[in-house]
Nanobody, 120 residues
Framework: QVQLVESGGGLVQAGGSLRLSCAASGSIFSINTMGWYRQATGKQREFVAD???????LYANSVKGRFTISRDNAKNAVYLQMNSLKPEDTAVYYC??????????????WGQGTLVTVSS
């Protein structure tokens, strides 16, 4: 069974930084894109950033210049460095991989989420 497990969430003051990590486990041949979404209370889940296996990145306008996504292909891991955090960044952050390739074919996998709270 393929899983994505996030870590690194927590409580931080506005202007502070946090680093989220996500590691894929299980039988995996390859992972193309890995990324992060977030969902604030009472709002829809929204795209934050993603990165391809080749290192191409994409960011939501709301986080561009403050967040940096990176990955370690050898570890099947993706990271999100969040700087200059704002109260509006408060949300549950989900790791996401739309195409994990293994013996079953291509799987779409979500992590369980990690809570980030930014106090003003």
């Amino acid at each position: 069974q393929v899983q994505l497990v996030e870590s690194g969430g927590g409580l931080v003051q506005a202007g502070g930084s946090l680093r989220l990590s996500c590691a894929a486990s299980g039988s995996i041949f390859s992972i193309n894109t890995m990324g992060w979404y977030r969902q604030a209370t009472g709002k829809q889940r929204e795209f934050v950033a993603d990165i391809t296996s080749g290192g191409n990145t994409l960011y939501a306008n709301s986080v561009k210049g403050r967040f940096t996504i990176s990955r370690d292909n050898a570890k099947n891991a993706v990271y999100l460095q969040m700087n200059s955090l704002k109260p509006e960044d408060t949300a549950v952050y989900y790791c996401y991989a739309p195409e994990i390739y293994n013996s079953e074919g291509y799987l779409e996998v979500w992590g369980q989420g990690t809570l980030v709270t930014v106090s003003s």
